[in-house]
Each structure stands twice: as C-alpha cells, then as structure tokens.
C-alpha cells in the first residue's frame, strides 16, 4: 500500500489520522517535532503529505524542501485558519476536519501519485 505522512503537533490529531490510514492498510508516519521529522524523512518517502500549516511559521516552505527530496509526494495542508497567502498546488482542509472529506482527498491524491 501507499505511505502517508503527518505532520501536526497536536499528537491525537496524529494518532487519530495514523489509525484511520492503517486500518487500510497503509503505512504511516506521523510526528509532533519538526526536528525529528526532518532528520528522518530522508530514509521514508511518503506517497502523501498532510501538514498542519500552523506548526510552523515556514511550513509552506518544509513541504517544498520535502517535495524536492521526494518530487512525487503530494502535499495537504490542514488547520484551524485559513491560509492568508494562496498555497500552490496543495489542497486545504480545515480543522476540524471531517474524516470522510480527509480520506477522500488522501486517496484522491493516490490516484493522482498512481496514475503518474
């Protein structure tokens, strides 16, 4: 199956999103530290990304600093407030987020990775 990544620093939202993708069968990765994340995310190439935008003052810019580590990840972005500057190429989700509307964009997203 596919490996999805998160990135949020509340860690239910995490564990919530890990359960939710492994129960499909997907393998996922979440983390509540940037640091971590960044040490690590070179030896785990993610099919998808889901970003808390919020957890970082530069969060657009770690997503592009991990798309050019792995070109063929797509990325959401999620939070609580709307992005006050448009986001390139990656799709939003407010929190809270509807589960169903998560997983419908996760796996639309897939398809995109899939049909590349």
Avoid: W
């Amino acid at each position: 199956m596919s490996k999805i990544l998160v990135v949020d620093d509340n860690k239910g939202i995490c564990n919530l999103i890990e359960e939710i993708f492994r129960i499909d069968g997907h393998e996922v990765r979440s983390y509540t530290d940037i640091s971590h994340f960044m040490e690590e995310i070179e030896d785990f190439a993610p099919d998808v990304g889901i970003f808390d935008l919020s957890m970082a003052k530069d969060m657009v810019k770690i997503i592009n600093k991990v798309k050019r580590i792995h070109p063929n990840m797509k990325g959401i972005v999620m939070s609580a407030d709307e992005p006050t500057e448009p986001l390139k190429n990656l799709p939003f989700i407010a929190k809270p987020f509807d589960i169903l509307e998560l997983k419908k964009l996760v796996y639309e997203n897939l398809k995109q990775e899939m049909a590349v």
